[in-house]
């Protein structure tokens, strides 16, 4: 995220699509895919950081994702 805001400043970055884990209160972890489409302002010297974001949980897809590789690895091993 870093290096995407320094990019922003840079006017080089105005879009962002990641995958991030997050670590919940409760010492849980889900996953968050992070779309951001549009910066809208940036000032950080003003204490001003206007964006637009959309997030979606993705935690049961890389669930799945885990499982699949696993099972695909037990098929190699098996093979």
């Known amino acids: 995220m870093l ?3 320094a990019k922003v400043v840079k006017g080089e970055s105005t879009k962002l699509c990641r995958d991030v884990r997050i670590r919940r209160a409760d010492g849980s972890y ?3 895919r992070v779309k951001l489409c549009l ?3 940036y000032r950080p010297q003003d204490n001003v950081i206007e964006m637009l974001c959309i ?7 890389k669930e799945t994702e885990q499982m699949l590789i696993k099972a695909k690895e037990k098929a190699e091993e098996a093979d």
């Open 3 to 5: 290096d995407f805001l």
């Open 30 to 32: 889900t996953w968050t």
């Open 39 to 41: 910066v809208r302002n």
């Open 55 to 61: 997030n979606f949980d993705i935690t049961q897809l």
